[in-house]
């Protein structure tokens, strides 16, 4: 009887130790060991929406070239740009021959065949670019990271050719096998016939002929709490010792991972020191951990695009909001930026959001507004840029505090050589 009852409580402690393990290891952040699919997480908090990776990638801009130097662009979200690319998402592209970038002249065959070209700012990995295209890749194109694809029919060449650039500038992979007519290429570009005409630079980025029409809005803003946030990202809030810092800002530790407050309590630095350092870095899983974690720890409000770099040790992930068609531009001082993860071996070392959020779908007040264009817009470009070199030229939307939220002004935001955006407004 007493042997019996020995048993039965020793059953009963193990079973208690292992659950209690389970949900130590589900429910710590960066636990990706046993985590490690994109659903499989407990949710924490009831905060934003969750995102799948697929939602997050896409072409920041879609050129389109319609030969004799004619080009226009479609932004995220536009009806053009959102009908060609689900269609080029449900084509094929295999048998990727590669050859050096300089085997011609590609900035003067944009000028003379029309075609489609999709840009993916800073690159995507092929094996991530194949969650939203259809790509057959060998083991030497599957290593590579894309910034370009560019879809294109050559005078009375009876096929359709596809290129996709690597980032690194130096190769280029054609694709031997390519789902697509001619035919089916032309439709798309002539669907750009009628829009705001641009023209291609010497120095590679493009100017509007004409004004471009943007939405003027103010929205409403809500803000998740310190408290939300600590009860999230600690499994035991009530262990953490809160220290105040010199320059106003706050920080929560349980002495091994912290959480640093800024801006009015409206921005978050999240830090664990014990994530993994290693010297072979899979950007891929280590994206997809991110977007976990941010499931996780947060979620999302709106549409984000992911953008990301890598080094021997890390993939430093950003995460760039938008409002309809155009990125939110960062306003640091107030505690209003994108979000940015950096990530270790598929665990997460740091986490960095602003706590503040647009309530889209509640404007306040829109106003239609148009941002300059040709030669006034260049003069402009020269002034605000100065010797440096121009690389990028977009519309965008800067952010400015109201008593009712946030005000988003068009402008064009000017990408510099040295990764410093600069602004010209709307008129």
Same mark, same amino acid.
């Given at each position: 009887?007493?042997?019996?009852? &020995?048993?039965?409580?020793?059953?009963?402690?193990?079973?208690?130790?292992?659950?209690?393990?389970?949900?130590?290891?589900?429910?710590?952040?960066?636990?990706?060991?046993?985590? /490690?699919?994109?659903?499989?997480?407990?949710?924490?908090?009831?905060?934003?929406?969750?995102?799948?990776?697929? /939602?997050?990638?896409?072409?920041?801009?879609?050129?389109?070239?319609?030969?004799?130097?004619?080009?226009?662009?479609?932004?995220? %979200?536009?009806?053009?740009?959102?009908?060609?690319?689900?269609?080029?998402?449900?084509? /094929?592209?295999?048998? $990727?021959?590669?050859?050096?970038?300089?085997?011609?002249?590609?900035?003067?065959?944009?000028?003379?065949?029309?075609?489609?070209?999709?840009? $993916? %700012?800073?690159?995507?990995?092929?094996?991530?670019?194949?969650?939203?295209?259809?790509?057959?890749?060998?083991?030497?194109?599957?290593?590579?990271?894309?910034? &370009?694809? #560019?879809? !294109?029919?050559?005078?009375?060449?009876?096929?359709?050719?596809?290129?996709?650039?690597?980032?690194?500038?130096?190769?280029? !992979?054609?694709?031997?096998?390519?789902?697509?007519?001619?035919?089916?290429?032309?439709?798309?570009?002539? $669907?750009?016939?009628? #829009?705001?005409?641009?023209?291609?630079?010497?120095?590679?980025?493009?100017?509007?002929?004409?004004?471009?029409? *943007?939405?003027?809005?103010?929205?409403?803003?809500?803000?998740?709490?310190?408290?939300?946030?600590?009860?999230?990202?600690?499994?035991?809030?009530? *262990?953490?010792?809160?220290?105040?810092?010199?320059?106003?800002? %706050?920080?929560?530790?349980?002495? &091994?991972?912290?959480?640093?407050?800024?801006?009015?309590?409206?921005?978050?630095?999240?830090?664990?020191?014990?994530?993994?350092?290693?010297?072979?870095?899979?950007?891929?899983?280590?994206?997809?951990?991110?977007?976990?974690?941010?499931?996780? !720890?947060?979620?999302?409000?709106?549409?984000?695009?992911?953008?990301?770099?890598?080094?021997?040790?890390?993939?430093?992930?950003?995460?760039?909001?938008?409002?309809?068609?155009?990125?939110?531009?960062?306003?640091?001082?107030?505690?209003?930026?994108?979000?940015?993860?950096?990530?270790?071996?598929?665990?997460?070392?740091?986490?960095?959001?602003?706590?503040?959020?647009?309530?889209?779908?509640? %404007?306040?007040?829109?106003? *239609?507004?148009?941002?300059?264009?040709?030669?006034?817009?260049?003069?402009?470009?020269?002034?605000?840029?100065?010797?440096?070199?121009?690389?990028?030229?977009?519309?965008? !939307?800067?952010?400015?505090?109201?008593?009712?939220?946030?005000?988003?002004?068009?402008?064009?935001?000017?990408?510099?050589?040295?990764?410093?955006? &600069?602004?010209?407004?709307?008129?």
């Amino acid at each position: 009887m007493k042997e019996s009852l &020995k048993t039965t409580v020793l059953v009963l402690l193990i079973t208690a130790s292992l659950v209690q393990s389970y949900f130590l290891i589900y429910r710590l952040p960066g636990s990706y060991s046993v985590v /490690n699919s994109e659903s499989n997480y407990i949710k924490t908090e009831n905060m934003g929406q969750e995102q799948r990776v697929e /939602n997050l990638i896409f072409p920041d801009q879609m050129i389109i070239h319609m030969g004799k130097d004619k080009h226009t662009l479609f932004y995220p %979200e536009s009806t053009f740009y959102q009908l060609i690319y689900s269609r080029l998402q449900g084509r /094929n592209f295999g048998n $990727f021959e590669r050859q050096s970038v300089d085997s011609a002249n590609w900035e003067e065959l944009k000028k003379t065949h029309p075609g489609i070209e999709l840009s $993916f %700012e800073g690159g995507i990995p092929v094996s991530l670019l194949q969650r939203i295209m259809q790509l057959d890749a060998d083991s030497l194109f599957q290593a590579e990271t894309i910034s &370009k694809v #560019w879809i !294109y029919t050559s005078g009375k060449d009876p096929k359709a050719h596809a290129l996709f650039f690597s980032s690194r500038g130096d190769v280029v !992979y054609e694709a031997e096998d390519v789902d697509l007519t001619v035919q089916d290429v032309k439709q798309h570009v002539d $669907f750009g016939t009628g #829009w705001t005409p641009y023209r291609l630079t010497d120095a590679g980025y493009y100017i509007p002929e004409e004004a471009l029409e *943007m939405l003027q809005v103010e929205l409403p803003t809500g803000q998740y709490t310190v408290d939300q946030m600590q009860r999230s990202l600690f499994f035991d809030p009530s *262990m953490t010792r809160n220290i105040q810092e010199k320059d106003g800002s %706050e920080i929560y530790t349980d002495s &091994k991972r912290s959480l640093q407050v800024k801006y009015n309590q409206r921005w978050i630095s999240y830090n664990d020191p014990a994530a993994v350092q290693t010297s072979e870095v899979d950007r891929t899983k280590d994206v997809l951990a991110a977007v976990d974690f941010v499931n996780q !720890y947060g979620g999302f409000n709106g549409t984000y695009r992911l953008t990301m770099d890598a080094d021997n040790q890390s993939t430093q992930i950003n995460l760039l909001p938008y409002y309809d068609s155009y990125r939110i531009l960062d306003l640091p001082e107030y505690g209003f930026e994108h979000m940015h993860l950096d990530v270790q071996k598929e665990s997460v070392a740091t986490y960095e959001r602003s706590l503040l959020y647009l309530m889209e779908g509640e %404007e306040v007040e829109k106003q *239609m507004t148009q941002l300059p264009f040709g030669e006034e817009l260049e003069q402009q470009i020269k002034e605000v840029a100065g010797n440096a070199t121009v690389i990028n030229l977009f519309p965008a !939307y800067l952010p400015v505090p109201t008593e009712s939220g946030m005000k988003l002004l068009p402008v064009w935001a000017i990408t510099l050589g040295s990764g410093q955006v &600069k602004m010209v407004p709307a008129k």
